[in-house]
């Protein structure tokens, strides 16, 4: 089986910076995109920003300049460096990894998700 678990999260001023990780742990060949999605109360929940195995990223227009991702693939852990956060950051934080995984010897891509961390931004 794989877990992913995050930490990090925590209650900050409007302007301040966090840093959330997940690692993932378990019966892992390798790990293609990372990802970091968002949920605020009564809404869907939403992507922050992507990395693939090769370091490209991808961000919502909503955090560009101010969240960075990162990964580091020998520990099989994801990042996401939050600056200069804001009220509307305030959501739960959930880690996403496309897990490669043998199963009866063949390969395949299985999706999975972390339980989620509370991100408070208060003004």
């Known amino acids: 089986q794989v877990q992913l678990v995050e930490s990090g999260g925590g209650l900050v001023q409007a302007g301040g910076s966090l840093r959330l990780s997940c690692a993932a742990s378990g019966n892992i060949f390798n790990i293609n995109a990372m990802s970091w999605y968002y949920q605020a109360p009564g809404k869907q929940r939403e992507l922050v920003a992507t990395i693939s195995s090769g370091g490209s990223a991808q961000y919502a227009d909503s955090v560009k300049d101010r969240f960075t991702i990162s990964r580091d693939n020998a520990k099989n852990t994801v990042y996401l460096q939050m600056n200069n956060l804001k009220p509307e950051d305030t959501a739960v934080y959930y880690c996403?990894?496309?897990?490669?995984?043998?199963?009866?010897?063949?390969?395949?891509?299985?999706?999975?998700w972390g339980q989620g961390t509370q991100v408070t931004v208060s003004s």
């Open positions: 996403h990894g496309e897990i490669g995984m043998r199963v009866r010897g063949v390969l395949g891509y299985y999706s999975y």
